[in-house]
């Protein structure tokens, strides 16, 4: 019976983690299953258009066929896949996102068979106008560095540094822990350094690096990430049903409030009790970040695509959003003894991540014949050393100079109530109408 029960508990807090269950429903309407009317609905859509549309141009059908299965994809994730940790705005978007991640990741499959020609084909279908980018490899980057006037310095403040500076905040409000941000943020500088040999826009003066880049950028965008963190532990959580509201901007500022946190819980990454795998756990997470970063330049240059590329943008939007739920699912499966499983959504991040890397080395066999294996082994070895400082040093500093005032215990329902919930709430989401 122990046994059994102590499964059951894992198993309780795997689903939490992967499937979140609704805990308040304020409009039952839309959480009461469509199965059988989203499946006739698309069906009449798809068959409408399939007879109407015009079908002379092969280019417009391909176009049309991937878009058919991307839809019906979608729609199969909405009812079947997991939603993850969160369930805000609605269980559904988290299931597209995660039904976007696995079609993402099937792509990266498909493209790792093809030829590097193959594959620039495939982009010059999608965009023509690539066929006239050539990256200038010719161009010197960190020049004049001793010419430092204040007009140089704000020619580098444009819309890349306040994407910098978003993307830094955005990251605080993801992990949560200073030491774990700075070692990401010191890191990244020197991984720069240690890849500038193959990717010369990584070569950066002084001043641009340490003063706009880890100072300005990434250290306010930290500050401010943590400081919005903090404003949200600090309030209070009270949800009134849109039904119970009787004016019209009420109802309209619930509805807004839909899109924001139902709670927001103090993180704790690491404590002086801390176990050996748990603190490698957190130094990995690390590692893992710098390879994303990595990956989102080495793929733009392998494959020549200009930062503003819409291809470009439309990947960072989705590692941002596949990486909001997989950090959460990775601190629990860290943190929580109980949950022996990783989410689902993180393992196929994982796969993304490897799956970009594999990609870049096959098809950028060039490039990387100029690695110097001194870089990179040093490279690996300040990672290591960088990550502990940081994560350890920031723990030691939590412990004798900060009181415990940023991790709260986190109040977790037993798991007869999260079976009731799951059981009343979640599951009904999968029945016919």
């Not at 109407?52 to 280019?59: S, Y």
Request: charged content about 20%; aromatic content about 14%.
């Amino acid at each position: 019976n122990c046994i059994k029960m102590r499964r059951k508990e894992n198993a309780d807090a795997f689903l939490t983690v992967n499937e979140r269950p609704v805990d308040d429903i304020s409009l039952e309407f839309f959480y009461k299953p469509h199965t059988i009317t989203l499946l006739a609905v698309s069906i009449v859509c798809a068959m409408y258009f399939a007879f109407v549309r015009n079908e002379t141009n092969i280019e417009e059908n391909i176009w049309a066929g991937i878009i058919c299965v991307i839809f019906f994809f979608l729609t199969v994730s909405v009812i079947a896949f997991p939603n993850g940790p969160f369930t805000r705005p609605h269980p559904a978007v988290w299931r597209i996102i995660f039904g976007l991640s696995v079609l993402y990741f099937l792509g990266l499959q498909f493209l790792m068979f093809q030829n590097y020609k193959t594959i620039m084909g495939i982009f010059y279908w999608l965009d023509p106008g690539l066929k006239n980018f050539h990256i200038n490899m010719d161009k010197e980057y960190g020049v004049n560095c001793s010419d430092i006037t204040t007009e140089r310095i704000w020619s580098h403040v444009d819309v890349f540094a306040l994407a910098h500076f978003l993307g830094w905040m955005f990251k605080a409000i993801l992990i949560r822990h200073m030491g774990i941000l700075w070692a990401i943020s010191i890191m990244w500088e020197i991984t720069e350094i240690a890849f500038a040999h193959l990717l010369p826009n990584f070569v950066e003066c002084w001043w641009d690096a340490l003063i706009l880049d880890v100072v300005v950028c990434n250290g306010v965008g930290i500050w401010c990430g943590l400081k919005l963190c903090k404003m949200l532990e600090m309030r209070e959580y009270r949800w009134i049903s849109i039904k119970h509201i009787s004016s019209t901007t009420g109802k309209i500022k619930r509805a807004v409030l839909q899109f924001t946190p139902e709670s927001w819980t103090a993180v704790r990454w690491l404590d002086p009790k801390s176990t050996y795998m748990r603190f490698l756990a957190v130094c990995q997470l690390v590692i893992f970040w710098q390879v994303t970063e990595l990956n989102t330049f080495f793929l733009k240059h392998i494959f020549e695509m200009p930062p503003s590329h819409p291809v470009v943008i439309v990947r960072l939007i989705l590692i941002g959003l596949f990486t909001a739920p997989s950090v959460r699912q990775y601190y629990v499966y860290i943190t929580d003894t109980q949950c022996k499983r990783v989410g689902t959504q993180c393992w196929v991040y994982g796969g993304i991540m490897v799956s970009e890397a594999i990609l870049c080395i096959k098809n950028g066999k060039e490039l990387f014949e100029r690695t110097q294996a001194t870089n990179i082994i040093a490279w690996l070895l300040i990672q290591l050393f960088v990550s502990v400082v940081f994560v350890y040093g920031y723990m030691l500093w939590h412990k004798y100079f900060q009181h415990d005032t940023d991790a709260t215990p986190v109040k977790t329902k037993t798991s007869r109530q999260r079976k009731r919930i799951h059981e009343t709430e979640n599951s009904s989401l999968r029945k016919d109408d």
